[in-house]
């Protein structure tokens, strides 16, 4: 999977605010509703649902918040860098600064865990990190996720077929 299939320029956001974690999430989770057209209050309860699971904060000041909805074909990704780090209960302590939102279609599960491990790859790469962190804007910050597209790192798996025409 490429992480081009989960991801585009349009959904990585750069300044973001947010005062705490639930109101991130509920930013977070309605854009991406209204991007695969599904209710903005669904998403955020099955979000916040599988937060009370356990925290998406997987450390280094990373998050990835994420849930399966019936409705959806094809995993689809909002990425946001904040201005102000929040606390996120992550398994480090570190407050999160870069939340990756990841909707996933409830079958198959292989397509899931592929689409988890595409993102967790890139997110875990201090490098990639960096240069996200650094990035002057949204353009800069997708192309330092992504990386040149003659280099993009490949996630194992194809999924071409999105939900939203784009």
């Known amino acids: 999977m490429d992480l081009r299939s989960i991801l585009s320029p349009e959904d990585v956001l750069t300044e973001f605010t947010a005062a705490e974690k639930t109101e991130l999430l509920r930013e977070l989770s309605g854009r991406a509703a209204l991007t695969v057209a599904v209710d ?3 998403v955020l309860s099955e979000i916040l649902r599988h937060e ?3 925290s998406s904060g997987v450390g280094n000041g990373v998050a990835m918040p994420h849930a399966r ?3 959806l074909v094809s995993p689809y990704g909002v990425l946001a ?3 102000q780090p929040v606390e996120f209960a992550a398994i480090d302590g570190i407050p999160v600064d870069i939340v990756f939102l990841l909707l996933l279609p409830e079958l198959p599960a292989v397509g899931q865990l592929q689409a988890l ?3 967790a790859r890139q997110l875990r790469n201090p490098e990639i990190l960096l240069s996200f ?3 002057p804007d949204a353009v800069q910050a997708y192309r330092a996720v992504i990386g040149p597209v003659e280099e993009s790192p490949s996630c194992d798996a194809e999924i071409r077929n999105r939900t939203i025409g784009r």
Do not use: D
């Open 81 to 83: 860098r904040l201005k």
């Open 40 to 42: 903005p209050q669904l």
């Open 52 to 54: 009370e699971l356990g």
């Open 69 to 71: 909805f019936r409705s």
């Open 117 to 119: 491990a595409c993102v």
């Open 133 to 135: 962190r650094k990035a």
